[in-house]
């Protein structure tokens, strides 16, 4: 029989639902770096208000810049294939980044990602912060630099840092991989297959902390 969440668990979901909507509102007019000058709208993060596990990427790409949506283009389509492959459901993950603008240069018809700067992860962070708040996590996931060193509020290297758990002062537990748009760079397919199962095997371990969000 599926249970059924009682009132006052509908009520909390309700009322951080409210509280997304409102601080999406708010960001979409945010001047907190120049970066608002160059991408086409503010992406927000997508998911459930309840859900236990947020991860979070680095800034939108040139497809999220235009849809307005985190992770719908071709590193969304990678982490995708990754959550699957681990064994979770993106349905019931929050997904979103630590900056929420595309900052990037245009060189001919193209317009080329730009690794956002200390300062500009650091002034987003304000809204990452809020995300974390209202949702409140069992574990975040941060992919990448940007995305770690916005949550856990220093740089750290990725290379030694990945698949493991930290924990921030606030006691929540961060889990560290890459980001799927590293994978995407991999021109050698070798290469590529070795790297995303290395990939899907840190997004794994997200399932044994919260094995709720498995399918
Ligand atoms: S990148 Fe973040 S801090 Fe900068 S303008 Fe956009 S929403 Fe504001």
Redesign the pocket.
């Known amino acids: 029989m599926v249970q059924k969440p009682s009132a006052a668990v509908t009520t909390l979901t309700s009322n951080a639902e409210t509280a997304l909507r409102e601080v999406a509102k708010e ?1 979409a007019h ?8 160059l ?1 086409t709208q ?1 992406v927000f993060g997508a998911g459930p208000a309840d859900a236990s596990v947020m991860i979070v990427g680095e ?1 939108p790409g040139d497809v999220e810049d235009r849809q307005g949506l985190p992770f719908v283009g071709p590193a969304g389509r990678m982490l995708d294939h990754a959550l699957e492959s681990a064994g979770l459901r993106r349905d019931c993950l929050y997904v979103t980044n630590a ?3 595309f ?1 990037h240069v245009v060189t001919g018809k193209r317009r080329l990602h730009q690794k ?1 700067n200390a300062y ?1 992860i650091d ?5 990452l912060d809020q995300e974390l708040d209202i949702i409140d996590p069992e574990l975040a996931v941060a992919m990448g630099a940007t995305a770690a060193r916005s949550l856990i509020g220093k740089p750290i290297k990725i290379g030694t840092a990945r698949g493991n758990v930290l924990h921030l002062p606030s006691g929540r537990p961060v889990l560290v991989t890459i980001h799927p748009s590293a994978l995407l760079r991999l021109r050698d397919s070798e290469s590529r297959a070795v790297e995303f199962a290395r990939f899907v095997a840190d997004l794994r371990r997200v399932g044994e902390i919260v094995p709720s969000v498995r399918t």
Do not use: F, I, S
Request: glycine share 4%.
């Open positions: 960001a945010c001047r907190r770096c120049p970066l608002y000058k991408g503010t800034q900056v929420k603008h900052k956002p500009e002034r987003c962070k304000w809204w």
